[in-house]
């Protein structure tokens, strides 16, 4: 009877165990993890102590605040992002995302937060003034991103000698350094924040290939988490935080109302 008893509970304690490790485990509905490109300034990239910054890191934390949550930016490889966020291992994508149609089709949207276009940045020194003339030239870009839809878009693409894709814009705009690229196809927000961090080295052509605007991924089924978000988004307008945060990186308020 002892010996009964005591596999008995030898039993309960092994599926306490199991219970407790189940719940440790599943998902705390408190915490948001966002996506992110860390390499990917001013909106998300790491600073020179290898902290994590950036416009859209400062909104999202404010925005967690106004939700009552707590946020863990996690960097993902870009190319697979709407992936990461229907398996569940992000909870946004937050961080320079293009709103487009084919991006209406995977994940729910927020309004759009920024303006942005795309553009093309050459080396100062380049002769290059134009998109046209870009012919038989090699160009680079981010793989996956809304810089190739932009030139895949546009009837220049066709008489382009080659596209080089990247995991990140750092690495191409390195590669136009080197110039093993020509020109780079980049958000003009990140042009612009590297063009100020390199004064002489880059130029922008007048001409930009699209106009776009930036959002906020959330996994599609998820209508209670973006009702709360945008809500939290749209305070943030009304009480002057988002023009704040937009000063700080952008030396002006850019932010969508």
């Known amino acids: 009877m002892k010996r009964k008893s005591a596999i008995l509970i030898l039993v309960l ?19 948001l993890v966002i996506g992110i490109d860390d390499k990917f300034a001013p909106m998300g990239f790491r600073d020179e102590n290898n902290e994590i910054v ?13 939700m009552g949550m707590e946020v863990t930016f ?3 490889d870009w190319s697979a992002k709407e992936s990461e966020l229907n398996s569940g291992r992000i909870d946004l994508i937050w961080n320079g995302y293009t709103i487009t149609e084919e991006r209406k089709g995977k994940v729910l949207f927020t309004k759009p937060y920024l303006k942005n276009s795309q553009v093309i940045v050459t080396l100062a020194e380049s002769p290059i003034s134009e998109i046209s003339e870009l012919a038989g030239k090699v160009v680079g870009l981010q793989s996956l991103s809304s810089a190739a839809d932009a030139l895949n878009g546009n009837p220049i693409k066709g008489e382009i000698k080659e596209v080089s894709e990247f995991p990140d814009n750092v690495l191409a ?26 004064v002489g080295t880059f130029k922008l052509l007048d001409e930009s290939l699209a106009p776009e605007e930036y959002g906020i991924g959330v996994k599609k ?25 937009s000063e700080t990186w952008f030396g002006e308020d850019k932010v969508l109302k």
């Not at 092994?14 to 408190?30: P, Y």
Request: proline fraction near 1%.
């Open 54 to 66: 950036g416009f859209d890191i400062d909104y999202a934390k404010a925005a967690a605040e106004k």
């Open 221 to 245: 089924g998820k209508e209670e988490l973006l009702n709360k978000l945008q809500k939290a988004l749209d305070e943030l307008g009304q009480d002057g935080t988002a023009a704040q945060i």
């Open 173 to 198: 705009l390195s590669d136009l350094k080197t110039k093993r690229l020509d020109a780079v196809v980049i958000d003009e927000v990140v042009a612009r924040y590297y063009m100020s961090k390199e």
């Open 13 to 31: 304690g092994m599926m306490l165990i199991a219970l407790a490790g189940c719940s440790s485990s599943g998902k705390d509905d408190n915490k």
């Open 74 to 76: 996690q960097p993902i």
